[in-house]
């Protein structure tokens, strides 16, 4: 009887060690979060101090990332083939100037590389490094932010608040599918004042492939219940 139970013990633990490596291992994901940042947004209280001409207004790239339901963490930094400068023609390099620059200092190159070897890497199977980048480019041609929101008068104001619920719709009414709305905490918040968040960034999630878009889940993002600002 007692070994019947140690073995069924050991049994479940070495299935609970299957599932955890599963989660976390190298590429292994469910979807794909992509990843559009409201410069002016990342700039404030930035750890690093951003260059002025970089707080752009419109919505640009922050990343593609696989991404795990149960582990909203992982995966990070897989094995896999190293960024290389080499494998973005021309072409696609002057494409992602514009979608996707460094908005913090200005080195585009640098923050491409960092986003392929803490993210891309991970979905290597799925995207390779040329397909990672043509894709992302391709998902801020199709899905304009900035002009989604202005066609729905969401435009950055110093005041004005929005519900969670009023920006998701507006998104929603053209995607078609549920984005994540992710916010910074407003770095002037007043004792006595009534609450609010600042849009940071928009989230668009992805099946496996990369082909199709799914709603994404609301895991983390802005606080429940706090009025965003949009400026
Ligand atoms: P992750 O590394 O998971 O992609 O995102 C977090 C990091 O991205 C943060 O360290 C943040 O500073 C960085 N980040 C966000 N926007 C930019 C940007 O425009 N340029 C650079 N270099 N880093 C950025």
Redo the contacts with the bound molecule.
């Keep these: 009887m007692l070994k019947l139970s140690s073995l069924a013990f050991v049994v479940l633990a070495f299935a609970f060690f299957l599932c955890f490596i599963m989660s976390t291992g190298d590429g292994s994901y469910n979807y794909f979060q992509f990843?559009q940042?409201w410069?002016p947004a990342?700039c404030i209280r930035?750890?690093?101090p951003c260059s002025k001409q970089?707080s752009l207004p419109i919505f640009?790239i922050?990343?593609l990332?696989p991404s795990n339901y149960s582990n909203p963490k992982t995966p990070?930094n897989c094995n896999g083939s190293q960024f290389d400068a080499i494998k973005l023609s021309p072409r696609l390099r002057s494409k992602l100037k514009r979608s996707w620059?460094?908005?913090?200092?200005g080195?585009d190159e640098?923050?491409w590389e960092?986003?392929w070897n803490?993210?891309g890497k991970c979905s290597e199977q799925t995207l390779n490094q040329m397909q990672y980048f043509e894709r992302s480019h391709e998902m801020w041609i199709f899905h304009n932010i900035t002009k989604i929101l202005k066609n729905a008068s969401i435009v950055p104001h110093p005041t004005k608040t929005w519900k969670y619920t009023d920006i998701v719709s507006a998104i929603k009414a053209l995607t078609r599918t549920t984005p994540l709305l992710r916010c910074k905490r407003n770095p002037a918040q007043v004792k006595g004042q009534p609450q609010f968040q600042l849009l940071h960034e928009v989230v668009l999630c992805l099946e496996y492939k990369a082909l199709k878009q799914i709603d994404c889940n609301r895991t983390a993002g802005c606080r429940n219940n706090v009025d965003i600002k949009f400026q």
């Design positions: 990843v940042q410069p990342t930035s750890t690093k970089r640009t922050h990343g990332w990070s620059p460094d908005v913090e200092s080195n640098g923050f960092g986003e803490k993210h």
